[in-house]
């Protein structure tokens, strides 16, 4: 097991080191994503609040990873996609 680790220390020095980035990617990146996001951008668009926002798209089962939809999940999506949170 100690022969493993030590073994893969090589491969994360490298990836430390390259311009590839690890870890959880931005929600829109997944097939069927980029739906739900240009469903909230129509409703923002219509000019509904964050929380109505995430109140209707919760509603219609659009689910988030982590289960409902939070008002600042939302405004997050739109300023990291289309700067759309004024």
């Known amino acids: 097991m100690i ?3 030590l073994r893969g220390t090589p491969q994360r020095d490298i990836s430390k080191n390259s311009d590839s980035k690890e870890g959880r990617k ?3 990146t997944r097939p069927g ?3 739900i996001i240009d469903r909230i ?3 923002r668009i219509e000019g ?3 929380d109505t926002i995430a109140e209707m798209v919760t509603a219609e089962n659009k689910s988030a990873r982590a289960g ?3 008002p600042t ?5 739109l300023a990291r996609h289309h700067r759309l949170c004024d």
């Open 73 to 77: 999940t939302i405004q997050r999506i």
């Open 3 to 5: 022969v493993q680790k």
């Open 26 to 28: 931005p929600f829109g």
């Open 41 to 43: 951008v129509a409703l």
């Open 33 to 35: 994503e980029q739906e």
């Open 68 to 70: 409902p939809w939070h």
């Open 48 to 50: 509904l609040a964050f």
